[in-house]
C-alpha cells in the first residue's frame, strides 16, 4: 500500500483545488430462469478521470494493509485469482469478480460510513477500508464465508489515505456470490452491517436499511398500466400510452431515485430464458443509469464545479464466469473469460479499458449499397 501513497501524490493537488467528490454508483442482481445471476454496475465519478485499468491479480499473491502512520496492519495470501477495475493506475480495487464467481462492487457512501478504531495490539487483524475489496476478491467464495469472517476484523480508515486524495474514502460493498446470494458491508458508526441484499440492489447514501424503508413509499408502482376503461362522472381517465403504471416513478440521479428506480427494473423484469439474454438485459438497464457530462454538476459557482458523469459500466455473467465492460469513451461491449486465464503468475498485470479513446463504429454502408 506503500506504493500506492507515494504514485497517487500527482492527483491530491487536483482533488485539494475543490473537496467536493461526487459519485453516483448503481448495482443490481438480476437472474434467468434457471435461477443463474447476473450483476451490473455503473461507475460515477466526477472529480478526475479515473484512468481506470482492468487488471489480473493471481493467486498466492501476498498483501499488507497499511494502517497509517507508518503501522503495518494485517497479511494476507490470496487463496483465488481474479479480475477487476482499478482507479488511477494503483491497487484501488472498485469492482471486480474473482475465479470462483464471486463479485464485488465498491460504491460510495459518504456521509454515513465511519470505520472501526484501531486498537494497540490488534494491528495484526486490521486493515485499511480501501483494501477491503481486495482481500474479499482474493480470500472468499461466497458470502457466508465473508459473514463469518469480517466480524473477526478491524475495518480502519486510513488518514494517510486521505491525506493524498485530499478527501475522505467513505465506502460501501455489494458482494454476490455463485449461488446469487448477495450482501451489502457497511460500516456505520464505527459497527460492521451485513445486510442480506435480497433485493439486489444498491446505489450510495443512505445506508442500506434506509433504502429499504423508503421503497414503502412507491407501493402504486407495478407494470401493468391503469385501468382504461375508469371514468369520473363520464369523462374518461383512459391513459394516453403505456407506462402509466410507473406513474411517480423518480427520474432524478440521486441515490435515493436510483435505488428506487433500479429495483422497479428489476423486480419487473420477465426473467431472460439464458445467461446471454441476461447479460443483454443487464446492459438495457443500465442504460437507464448512464449519466451524460453535463446532466450534474456540483461546486461552488458556475465556473467551478464538478461534473458527475459516468465513466464506465460493467457486467458480471457469474455462472460463466465472464467479466464485461463499456466505458464512456467506447460501448461496445468488451468481456474476459476467466476460465480461460492463467492465474498461476507473481505478479499483477493490467490492460487499458479502452486501446482507443474512440467509438467502435462498424460502417455498413457498403453490404447497403451492394442490394
Known amino acids: 500500500m506503500k506504493k500506492f501513497l507515494i504514485k497517487v501524490l500527482s492527483i491530491s493537488t487536483l482533488l485539494s483545488i475543490s473537496p467536493i467528490i ?164 457497511e460500516y456505520v458508526g464505527g459497527v460492521l452491517k451485513i445486510h442480506d441484499n435480497k433485493i439486489g440492489v444498491m446505489t450510495n447514501s443512505p445506508n442500506y436499511e434506509w433504502h429499504i424503508l423508503n421503497l414503502r413509499n412507491y407501493p402504486q408502482l407495478r407494470a401493468f398500466g391503469n385501468q382504461p376503461d375508469r371514468q369520473i362522472q363520464g369523462v374518461s381517465l383512459a391513459p394516453f400510452g403505456a407506462g402509466s403504471g410507473m406513474l411517480g416513478l423518480p427520474g432524478d440521479v440521486t441515490p435515493v431515485s436510483r435505488f428506487v428506480r433500479a429495483v422497479a427494473f428489476t423486480q419487473t423484469l420477465i426473467p431472460p430464458k439464458n445467461v446471454e439474454a441476461g447479460v443483454n438485459e443487464a446492459g438495457r438497464i443500465l442504460n437507464n443509469f448512464d449519466i451524460p457530462r453535463g446532466f450534474v454538476r456540483e461546486g461552488e459557482s458556475t465556473e467551478k464545479y464538478h461534473l458527475n458523469f459516468t465513466q464506465w459500466s460493467t457486467i458480471g455473467d457469474i455462472k460463466n464466469k465472464r467479466y464485461y465492460w463499456w466505458t464512456e469513451h467506447n460501448r461496445r461491449m468488451r468481456m474476459v473469460d476467466l476460465k480461460r486465464l492463467n492465474f498461476k503468475g507473481n505478479q499483477i498485470s493490467h490492460i487499458p479499458l479502452d486501446e482507443v479513446r474512440a467509438e467502435d463504429i462498424k460502417d455498413r454502408t457498403k453490404a447497403l449499397t451492394s442490394h
Open 22 to 185: 461526487v459519485n453516483a454508483c448503481t448495482s443490481f442482481v438480476i437472474k434467468t430462469q434457471d435461477g443463474s445471476p447476473i450483476y451490473g454496475r455503473t461507475m460515477e465519478w466526477g472529480a478526475f478521470d479515473l484512468q481506470s485499468d482492468l487488471v489480473l491479480v493471481p493467486r498466492n499473491l501476498s498483501f499488507t494493509s497499511e494502517l497509517g502512520g507508518g503501522k503495518q496492519g494485517m497479511k494476507w495470501k490470496n487463496k483465488f485469482g481474479y479480475v477487476a477495475i482499478n482507479a488511477v493506475k494503483q491497487p484501488f480495487i472498485t469492482d471486480g469478480m474473482n475465479e470462483m464467481g464471486l463479485t464485488v462492487g465498491v460504491l460510495y457512501f459518504p456521509g454515513f460510513a465511519k470505520y472501526q478504531k484501531l486498537k494497540a495490539g490488534e494491528e495484526s487483524m486490521s486493515m485499511n477500508n480501501v483494501e477491503l475489496s481486495n482481500y474479499i476478491l482474493g480470500q472468499f467464495k461466497t458470502v457466508g464465508e465473508i459473514k463469518e469472517t469480517l466480524p473477526k476484523i478491524r475495518v480502519i480508515h486510513n488518514k494517510d489515505i486521505d491525506k493524498v486524495f485530499g478527501a475522505p474514502s467513505p465506502l460501501h460493498v455489494i458482494v454476490t456470490d455463485n449461488t446469487g446470494a448477495s450482501i451489502v458491508i
